[in-house]
């Protein structure tokens, strides 16, 4: 095995249990580990940090597996993670039948995302590390959870970073003829195969809960609506209507399906194609207004890099959104940029609603669900922070 010693003054994230270290951490070493590879890291004066998988062409050079220095990083070991994981889901099993059954860095396995939509698994290996344990990770996923298929969805942006190409296709099973889950008492059907990420935003699961209970009698606007998640969440509510934006007409499409595998008033709802940068502005020409306005882009700023610019375009949209918005009406706002904090994200807000003119309290905060956990080592997995504002007037 080969071992790796970090600069001196450096040790202090792994001694915290940081799971990664950056290039500029390590000391000189003769023999580069192969990507994958498990290594042995050590500080200066030669003490055990921890056993990290070597990633040769990322920045993030190495990420832990354990900073126990009597665990071997083996099929055991990931089959014992894995359990680990799925076990702290359990309490989430009355929402539904669809969870994040792992949740890469903040479950102690860096790369490694699982989302479970009934008896179907879809897995993202996003780094070498679990590239290189690739095998071992569907036979532990499929002995621990018994499902039917694995459906590898390895197909993030991120993979380049580490040198990987695109992977997509079934690893164990079969896939059922539709992918059909259950959340808070909605129906959904999920493309595993071609949808956007794993499929669905199971992160948004609570926050669709919470858009249900504060719907009741309200015109909404949804808008980033992909496969319908809030809208029919906000019609279950009892909303007097819903408009529904997104750009993707395939997303558009299987909404129009996910609202039929359920019994509401279809008429109640809308769908719209349309860039919500310029919908917002066309409906404020059209002299629109609304109870209830949910806006949940992509990630604008995917890293701290991104930030000046994506916080131009949260501005913007929060900034027409407010202007629709009732006096006393809600705003559900969201970024899952990972480079964007919540505190620079509450400021954006505050000026979107200055320009507005607009006077607005925050009066809750939104999270990811409890499936999408953050280690306390591991700042970083706070991605998902939003905001519900009230316009006052
Ligand atoms: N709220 C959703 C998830 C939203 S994902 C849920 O709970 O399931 C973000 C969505 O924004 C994607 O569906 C994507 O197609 C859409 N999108 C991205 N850029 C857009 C734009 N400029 N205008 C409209 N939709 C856009």
């Known amino acids: 095995m080969i071992t790796i010693q970090i600069k001196a003054g450096r040790e202090k994230s792994a001694l ?18 192969a990507a994958g590879e498990t290594v042995r890291v050590l500080g200066q004066d030669g003490r055990f940090l921890g056993w990290a998988a070597w990633s040769g062409e990322s920045q993030i050079r190495l990420r832990f597996w354990s900073f126990d220095e009597r665990d071997t990083i083996n099929a055991a070991f990931f089959k014992a993670r894995l359990a680990r994981a799925i076990a702290g889901r359990k309490s989430l099993a009355a929402a539904g039948n669809a969870a994040r059954l792992v949740h890469g860095e903040s479950d102690g396995l860096p790369g490694l995302v699982v989302d479970q939509y009934g008896d179907v698994l879809v897995v993202q290996l996003l780094s070498v590390g679990p590239e290189a344990w690739r095998d071992a990770i569907f036979d532990a996923l499929q002995e621990l959870t018994g499902a039917k298929a694995i459906f ?11 040198g990987l190409a695109a992977r997509n296709g079934l690893v164990r099973g079969k896939l059922p003829a539709a992918v059909d889950i259950q959340e808070c008492g909605l129906n959904y059907r999920v493309d595993v195969e071609a949808g956007q990420k794993t499929g669905f935003y199971l992160d948004q699961r609570a926050n669709r809960r919470r858009i249900g209970e504060l719907a009741k009698d309200a015109e909404v606007l949804n808008c980033f609506c992909y496969t319908g998640g809030f809208s029919l969440a906000a019609l279950k509510g009892g909303a007097k209507s819903v408009e529904s934006v997104d750009s993707s007409a395939e997303a558009l499409e299987a909404a129009r399906v996910n609202l039929s595998l359920n019994q509401l008033d279809g008429s109640r709802m809308e769908w719209v194609e349309a860039d919500v940068f310029q919908y917002l502005r066309l409906l404020r020409d059209k002299g629109k207004s609304y109870d209830l306005i949910i806006l949940d882009p992509p990630k604008f700023a995917p890293t701290a890099h991104h930030v000046e610019r994506a916080a131009r375009a949260y501005k913007d949209i929060n900034l027409w959104a407010l202007k629709l918005l009732r006096p006393g009406g809600l705003l559900a706002t969201f970024t899952c940029s990972g480079g964007m904090s919540a505190d620079l994200f509450q400021k954006i807000i505050a000026g979107s609603a200055w320009d507005a003119k607009a006077e607005a309290q925050v009066v809750e905060r939104f999270t990811a669900d409890s499936d999408h956990p953050i280690s306390l080592n591991f ?6 922070k939003g905001l519900l504002v009230r316009k006052v007037a």
Do not use: I, M, Q, T
């Open 16 to 33: 915290h249990r940081h799971p990664w270290l950056f290039s500029g951490s390590l000391a000189p070493y003769d023999k580069e580990p």
């Open 152 to 162: 590898e969805r390895s197909d993030a942006d991120v993979r380049e970073l580490e």
């Open 379 to 384: 700042p970083e997995g706070d991605y998902l």
